[in-house]
Antibody, heavy 113, light 107 residues
């Protein structure tokens, strides 16, 4: 059974940093493309970033480019999202997803002073 | 960036109704389109990929069609558990983008 478990969300002030983690199991993590998707309160889904399974290439939404970094530790079956220079508009539930297939339960990030 | 639009933004339907949701891409995306279902307070669930292929375990009442710029999600006979918000997403080119969603509620 595929499981994705996010952690690391919380409350942070504008300009601060946070690192989200997503621990994966039930599939071959090393060869799977993994993404982060967020959802601001009462809003729709917004794609944030992806890391490809094959070569580990990374891509970002314009709204987070230069501030967020996606990475993975294959030995730990864990996906990360390092978020720097956080803004109020980054407040959202952040979902980890095995591309197009399985989703985690989400972790809430609140950016506020 | 490729923009995705959905219509309608919301609809009211009855149990047993056939429901169709449209999704349009601002440029051709071949069949690189997925559909997701989300219920309030829950994570999205993957329904369809490659425009018309059902994810494992998804009931056959869901179907998808289309190619290029115009796509459709159809629910053949709406059941109480299908009342939710539905999103399309293109994965033809980065950045991947979602449509704004279509909320399906009870008439």
């Amino acid at each position: 059974e595929v499981q994705l478990l996010e952690s690391g969300g919380g409350f942070v002030q504008p300009g601060g940093s946070l690192r989200l983690s997503c621990t994966a199991s039930g599939f071959t993590f090393s060869s799977s493309s993994m993404s982060w998707v967020r959802q601001a309160p009462g809003k729709g889904l917004e794609w944030v970033s992806v890391i490809t399974g094959s070569g580990g290439s990374t891509y970002y939404a314009d709204s987070v480019k230069g501030r967020f970094t996606i990475s993975r530790d294959i030995s730990m079956n864990t996906l990360y999202l390092q978020m720097n220079s956080l803004r109020a508009e980054d407040t959202a539930v952040y979902y980890c997803a095995k591309l197009l297939e399985h989703w985690g339960q989400g972790t809430l990030v609140t950016v506020s002073s | 960036d490729i923009q995705m639009t959905q219509s309608p933004s919301s609809l009211s339907a009855s149990v047993g109704d056939r429901v169709t949701i449209s999704c349009r891409a601002s440029q051709g995306i071949s069949n690189y389109l997925a559909w997701f279902q989300q219920k309030p307070g829950k994570a999205p669930k993957s329904l369809i990929y490659a425009a018309s292929s059902l994810q494992s375990g998804v009931p056959s009442k869901f179907s998808g069609s289309g190619s290029g710029t115009d796509f459709t999600l159809t629910i053949s006979s709406l059941q109480p558990e299908d009342f939710a918000t539905y999103y399309c997403q293109q994965y033809n080119s980065y950045p991947f983008t979602f449509g704004p969603g279509t909320k399906v509620d009870i008439k």
